[in-house]
């Protein structure tokens, strides 16, 4: 493997960890901007 594909790689597994940490987080996240805003319709 190159230098350059390694990299990629690396990046392509950063991302994917992102994704996957904001899947898990997103309805938290969805109930604390609710509580905040007051209803669902302006959160």
């Known amino acids: 493997m190159t230098t350059d594909q390694i ?4 990046i392509a597994l950063t991302l ?3 994704l996957l940490i904001l899947g ?7 109930r604390i901007l609710i509580d ?3 209803t669902d319709d302006r959160a």
């Open 24 to 30: 898990y987080l997103r309805p938290f996240l969805k």
């Open 16 to 18: 994917l960890i992102i």
């Open 7 to 10: 990299f990629l790689i690396e």
């Open 36 to 38: 905040l805003c007051g």
